[in-house]
């Protein structure tokens, strides 16, 4: 007959947080082991893709953990990939550059009719 197992949190259910592997210890015993949750790498605000350079944990795990693995030395550095910053700071030169353009076709306009 198998030996029974006690569950070792005082959580009964079987939900994704209260996850458990049966493991025979070294005394021949058998204990739940409880299993964390995986840890989903952050993703790009604009994109969605996961962020290189920036380890994976569980959110309560970050205060754990230093600066430098929590970010990217980047403008948006731990929110937006390279690509995406790359776009918008071409976006907001050509926006810029629309409005030069914009104000030299007025001023040559108003020279036309003068």
Do not use: W
Request: aromatic share 4%; with cysteine; glycine share 8%.
């Amino acid at each position: 007959m198998a030996q029974r197992v006690t569950l070792r949190k005082r959580q009964p259910y079987n939900t994704t947080s209260n996850r458990r592997r049966m493991i025979k210890t070294p005394g021949g015993k058998l204990v739940y082991h409880h299993i964390q949750k995986p840890a989903t790498a952050p993703k790009c605000g604009d994109c969605g893709i996961g962020l290189p350079g920036i380890v994976a944990l569980r959110p309560r795990q970050y205060a754990r953990v230093s600066k430098t693995q929590k970010t990217v030395r980047r403008a948006y550095g731990g929110s937006r990939c390279g690509d995406c910053v790359k776009s918008r700071i071409l976006r907001a030169f050509l926006v810029e550059e629309a409005k030069i353009v914009k104000k030299v076709i007025k001023s040559q306009a108003a020279a036309a009719r003068k």
